[in-house]
């Protein structure tokens, strides 16, 4: 399979992309360094070409999505190495609109499991696509933040960007 990848710099760290012919396959949540990135990108990276320029566009709406501004992520994806539940799951996950959030109860109902909200939440720790499937939009029933990949602080940092940003109003 041929892969591309590339790391670059936001306002909140450094994200790397990883992506297959068929679609977006890994991103990273902002790290401290390049480095971190690369390896939050795993161990396909040793197939993968560094491709700066396929990835122009979704650099520049990360950045301004890491600037506080709401941005659409229609991109195609590359899940064929989920499971359909997974898949299921971070399909629902991406309709979460921006700068509102649902609870692990709710996405557990509206895929006809709602007793199956502990394996929702797991299928959301395995999110190989943050930002673009939108987990962090999904808190417990009782408001309480619940786990994230990338650390309850950073949860917090993503749904209070996209509270903001969703409460600015464009000039008129």
């Known amino acids: ?96 609109p921006y700068g509102e959030s649902r609870s692990y109860r709710w996405l557990a109902e509206q895929i006809g499991q709602p007793n199956a909200m502990r394996a929702v939440g797991q299928a959301l720790a395995q999110n190989p696509l943050p930002i673009i499937i939108p987990c962090h939009r999904v808190v417990a029933s009782n408001g309480k933040l619940g786990g994230y990949s990338g650390g309850v602080e950073m949860k917090r940092r993503l749904l209070h960007l996209e509270v903001a940003g969703a409460s600015v109003k464009p000039a008129e």
């Not at 401290?32 to 320029?53: N, V, Y």
């Not at 950045?63 to 539940?85: M, N, Q, W």
Request: charged content about 20%; aromatic content about 10%; hydrophobic content about 45%.
């Open 1 to 96: 399979m041929l892969l591309s990848y590339i790391t670059f710099t936001t306002a909140m760290g450094w994200v790397g992309i990883l992506s297959s012919a068929r679609g977006l396959v890994r991103l990273t949540l902002p790290q401290p360094s390049a480095q971190g990135a690369l390896e939050l990108l795993g161990s396909s990276l040793s197939h993968a070409t560094r491709s700066p320029h396929q990835f122009e566009d979704m650099i520049s709406r990360l950045r301004i999505y890491f600037d506080g501004c709401k941005v659409a992520f229609p991109d195609e994806l590359d899940l064929s190495r989920a499971t359909h539940f997974k898949r299921q799951v971070w399909r629902l996950t991406r309709l979460i």
